[in-house]
């Protein structure tokens, strides 16, 4: 009954939520924009990890973008059913959260047989799906694992009751939690490891057979597991022999090595815990190192939830208790493995609380939802135990019915707007390329708060075969492949698209984001590049200026330089007289060395100059050297940066150079200044701080 309802409730899924999307496209943005590089990837067999980590790594493997892949493939490519690539990668999540559902649900009631049990798990998933609805139409990664791990822990209790066969369903779901988040290796390890040592331990007392029958028995399970585990291992043995030191597990090693960030206390953790399905997002503010009378506050003001979370952990040593006169010896059996693997799925979830670094992030423990549903299925067990000698025949089909409508209202989505299916990106793309005739790559230049849009314009140009680069800095989320090399000349191998706040003359993205194919006007009698936050600094930034790192910008009103050339490139409006520019800036070393750099204009050296604590420093250039070129670039040389090595990012080394707050230009009207000098701090309108 199970399997066939499922299917009809799976229609009815992709029927509501997702049947208006085989009629509008869907662009992708942000997180799903970066994916759907890496989903284009695996669609040409060449993606060979999982999605990125705000720390700058990937996780494990890319399993879940090649059923996206295969659903692009085949809904968008091949038979043209559906608008747009998104749309495929919806429907198949839907498909596959339905098997893992299915999966889980059919194992359950085919070990505790009792009639009820079918339709009450299939009510009390509805409900579940109905309460976080992202868990089943939702490609955010951090979504994807929740039900996958309610399938993994409902296959490895029917091996840890005995039933070895069920092992392959173990890997796949495992290789699946393996690959989506880097997390899960510990459940996987752990869970799975419990589940096939108690397996092979009741197996000599299940059935009349020798231990050294056990192979011969199940041959075939062990090497279709073996050869499954292969599979979901082969991404990262590629990574690892390809690439080695520089390799993505070097980088996941590196990152949780070199964490220094201040983690939860296990008090912390457990709270974090046993308050994660209350509907609210309070924890996050809550759980900190000093919130003290605050977790006493938040405990009192949701005891009674807290408590009922609590209560549902214990439906399996209720079920064991209850039905112990009542229960096979294989259902007992399978009630008393069922607390094992609750047991060691709490403790797991504990220690990852105590892991994580920063706050408390809610998506880190959405998989928390499968350990509260995994254990309420037990307590509905107990209620299909008590209500198995009264059960009805039509019950089954009302149950079903029930089902079907709460996912239909409880799922329903609102027609996207023109902007949330992406069509001023498109057409903005679309606009951008037909009035160039350059072959070039395009080198995307955005801001760090502006990454989203950036990556839904590099989504649009890779599929329609145009090749992006970013900065170096940015390849973590953008590919390897992407990354603008270091030797080139930005303005001579790749044309220059500027995603900036909107302003006159160019194509808008969004609301307040516009696309810039030409460089901005700059006045020499007072124009400024502001690198405060909110600033214009990246309508004039070429390479070489970081914002912050992927979570949070540096510090206030300033921006660092991470390379050792700094390129900015501008109108330059015609000059009647000579020019000063002055440079606010600080050495960005740690211990403050003075840091020298050249100043050339297009291309001609036109000063020196040095700083170290924050101070003003210019170099001024004749009227005939402001104006030789209208397409004007401005860079700054730092000979002496030094290498930053990322631990997380063995293939990247960044070169500290300088912090900046402004570049301002305006007449030269100090009559013995030198060019290339130190301003003095009477003359650069203040002390030097």
């Known amino acids: 009954m199970a399997p066939a309802a499922f299917i009809v409730l799976v229609a009815v899924v992709i029927a509501v939520r997702i049947g208006p999307l085989f009629r509008a496209p869907l662009l992708e943005e942000g997180d799903s924009a970066v994916n759907a590089l890496q989903i284009d990837d695996a669609k040409h067999l060449h993606e060979i990890y999982g999605n990125y980590s705000?720390?700058?790594?990937?996780?494990?493997?890319?399993?879940?973008?090649?059923?996206?892949?295969?659903?692009?493939?085949?809904?968008?490519?091949?038979?043209?059913?559906?608008?747009?690539?998104?749309?495929?990668?919806?429907?198949?999540?839907?498909?596959?959260?339905?098997?893992?559902?299915?999966?889980?649900?059919?194992?359950?009631?085919?070990?505790?047989?009792?009639?009820?049990?079918?339709?009450?798990?299939?009510?009390?998933?509805?409900?579940?799906?109905?309460?976080?609805?992202?868990?089943?139409?939702?490609?955010?990664?951090?979504?994807?694992?929740?039900?996958?791990?309610?399938?993994?822990?409902?296959?490895?209790?029917?091996?840890?009751?005995?039933?070895?066969?069920?092992?392959?369903?173990?890997?796949?779901?495992?290789?699946?939690?393996?690959?989506?988040?880097?997390?899960?290796?510990?459940?996987?390890?752990?869970?799975?490891?419990?589940?096939?040592?108690?397996?092979?331990?009741?197996?000599?007392?299940?059935?009349?057979?020798?231990?050294?029958?056990?192979?011969?028995?199940?041959?075939?399970?062990?090497?279709?597991?073996?050869?499954?585990?292969?599979?979901?291992?082969?991404?990262?043995?590629?990574?690892?022999?390809?690439?080695?030191?520089?390799?993505?597990?070097?980088?996941?090693?590196?990152?949780?090595?070199?964490?220094?960030?201040?983690?939860?206390?296990?008090?912390?953790?457990?709270?974090?815990?046993?308050?994660?399905?209350?509907?609210?997002?309070?924890?996050?503010?809550?759980?900190?190192?000093?919130?003290?009378?605050?977790?006493?506050?938040?405990?009192?003001?949701?005891?009674?939830?807290?408590?009922?979370?609590?209560?549902?952990?214990?439906?399996p040593s209720a079920l064991r208790v209850v039905g112990r006169r009542r229960m096979s010896a294989d259902e007992r059996r399978f009630a008393t493995s069922a607390q094992v693997l609750l047991a060691v799925a709490v403790l797991d979830c504990l220690v990852w609380g105590m892991a994580q670094t920063g706050a408390v992030r809610h998506?880190?423990?959405?998989?928390?939802?499968?350990?509260?549903?995994?254990?309420?299925?037990?307590?509905?067990?107990?209620?299909?135990?008590?209500?198995?000698?009264?059960?009805?025949?039509?019950?089954?089909?009302?149950?079903?019915?029930?089902?079907?409508?709460?996912?239909?209202?409880?799922?329903?989505?609102?027609?996207?707007?023109?902007?949330?299916?992406?069509?001023?990106?498109?057409?903005?793309?679309?606009?951008?390329?037909?009035?160039?005739?350059?072959?070039?790559?395009?080198?995307?230049?955005?801001?760090?708060?502006?990454?989203?849009i950036a990556a839904a314009v590099a989504v649009e140009l890779q599929r329609r075969g145009v090749d992006f680069v970013v900065s170096d800095w940015w390849s973590f989320m953008f590919q390897r492949q992407h990354r603008l090399p270091r030797v080139a000349t930005p303005m001579q191998s790749a044309e220059t698209w500027w995603i900036a706040p909107s302003g006159d003359g160019e194509v808008n993205l969004t609301s307040g984001l516009a696309l810039y194919r030409q460089p901005a006007p700059l006045d020499p009698d007072g124009a400024r590049i502001d690198f405060t936050t909110g600033g214009n600094a990246f309508r004039y930034v070429v390479t070489g200026i970081q914002d912050g790192d992927f979570m949070t910008p540096t510090a206030a009103g300033n921006m660092t330089t991470n390379e050792r050339h700094v390129r900015f490139r501008f109108v330059a409006q015609r000059a009647s007289h000579d020019v000063k520019i002055t440079f606010v800036a600080a050495s960005a070393l740690d211990d403050h060395a003075l840091m020298p750099a050249r100043v050339r204009l297009n291309g001609e050296e036109v000063g020196r100059v040095a700083v170290q604590n924050r101070t003003e420093v210019a170099v001024r250039l004749t009227r005939k050297q402001w104006n030789r070129l209208a397409d004007a670039t401005l860079e700054l040389y730092f000979p002496d940066a030094r290498p930053l090595r990322v631990s997380a990012r063995p293939d990247y080394t960044g070169w500290i150079g300088w912090r900046l707050w402004s570049i301002r230009f305006e007449p030269s009207v100090t009559p013995g200044e030198s060019a290339g000098r130190v301003t003095p701090p009477d003359l650069a309108g203040g002390r030097a701080q």
């Open 54 to 315: 705000r720390y700058e790594f990937h996780h494990p493997g890319p399993a879940f973008f090649y059923v996206y892949a295969a659903a692009e493939a085949l809904l968008f490519d091949a038979l043209h059913v559906v608008p747009s690539p998104g749309n495929a990668h919806l429907i198949a999540i839907i498909c596959l959260q339905s098997a893992f559902l299915t999966a889980a649900l059919w194992l359950l009631v085919t070990r505790l047989s009792w009639r009820p049990l079918a339709p009450l798990g299939l009510l009390g998933a509805t409900l579940w799906l109905r309460w976080c609805p992202e868990l089943m139409v939702s490609v955010w990664p951090p979504h994807v694992i929740a039900i996958p791990f309610l399938c993994f822990l409902v296959a490895c209790t029917c091996v840890a009751a005995g039933d070895i066969g069920v092992l392959p369903v173990v890997v796949v779901a495992g290789g699946f939690l393996f690959h989506g988040h880097v997390a899960q290796s510990l459940f996987v390890v752990t869970i799975g490891a419990t589940a096939i040592a108690l397996g092979l331990r009741v197996r000599p007392t299940t059935e009349a057979e020798p231990n050294n029958a056990l192979w011969a028995t199940y041959r075939g399970t062990f090497l279709w597991s073996g050869m499954i585990a292969l599979f979901f291992a082969l991404p990262l043995l590629v990574d690892v022999i390809a690439l080695g030191s520089r390799s993505n597990l070097a980088a996941i090693f590196g990152r949780f090595s070199a964490n220094l960030e201040q983690r939860a206390s296990f008090r912390q953790s457990i709270l974090f815990f046993v308050t994660f399905p209350i509907a609210s997002r309070e924890q996050d503010a809550m759980l900190t190192a000093n919130a003290g009378p605050a977790m006493g506050y938040f405990a009192r003001q949701h005891w009674i939830a807290i408590a009922a979370s609590v209560a549902i952990l214990f439906a």
């Open 363 to 452: 998506y880190n423990g959405v998989s928390y939802y499968a350990v509260y549903f995994y254990a309420a299925l037990f307590g509905l067990a107990i209620a299909a135990r008590a209500l198995a000698h009264r059960w009805r025949e039509g019950a089954d089909i009302g149950i079903a019915g029930l089902s079907a409508m709460i996912l239909a209202f409880g799922l329903h989505g609102h027609p996207a707007s023109a902007a949330e299916r992406g069509l001023p990106i498109q057409r903005a793309v679309d606009a951008a390329l037909a009035e160039t005739h350059n072959q070039a790559p395009k080198l995307l230049v955005v801001a760090r708060s502006n990454w989203p």
